[in-house]
């Protein structure tokens, strides 16, 4: 049994040469691994009119934000222990509901941190209010 030839129109014959710089070369580099691409494939894709897509990874750098939501993780598992409690039958006692209180403040108060946050992100100053 002998092997078929490859189609004379599939077959890439033609060579193109791209010159550019380190910086042009890792942002290509980048863009392509995103498309889980090489990154000879995502050129040629561009060319096509077959645009990639290119998968977002967002990542938060900021303390304040990581703090965030630290917090946010601390208060979740007090909330899920008040929900294990009250699941199981228990009473809602003074304490119970004072820890309750508790949590939603602080969910309130991370709530307005947040606001803040993306007015600075924004362009908007820690005076300036949008109400």
């Known amino acids: 049994m002998h092997t078929q030839k490859k189609d ?13 710089t380190e910086t042009q070369y890792d ?3 980048t863009y392509a691994e995103k498309a889980g691409m090489t990154p000879v494939a ?3 894709n561009l060319i096509v009119s077959k645009t990639p897509t290119v998968k977002y990874e967002i990542v938060y750098n900021s303390p304040k934000i990581l703090k965030i939501f630290s917090d946010l993780g601390h208060i979740s598992g007090n909330l899920n222990q008040i929900a294990r409690h009250l699941n199981q039958g228990d009473a809602f006692t003074r ?3 004072q820890e309750v209180s508790g949590c939603i ?3 309130l108060h991370i709530r307005d941190k947040v606001q803040e946050m ?3 992100y924004r362009g908007h100053s820690k005076t300036h209010s949008d109400s």
Do not use: C, N, W
């Not at 004379?8 to 550019?20: C, I, L, Q, S």
């Open 27 to 29: 942002v290509l580099e």
């Open 8 to 20: 004379r129109d599939f077959a890439k014959t033609k060579r193109v040469t791209v010159r550019m």
């Open 105 to 107: 403040a602080q969910i």
């Open 118 to 120: 993306v007015g600075e």
């Open 42 to 44: 995502y050129i040629r």
């Open 95 to 97: 304490e119970l509901k």
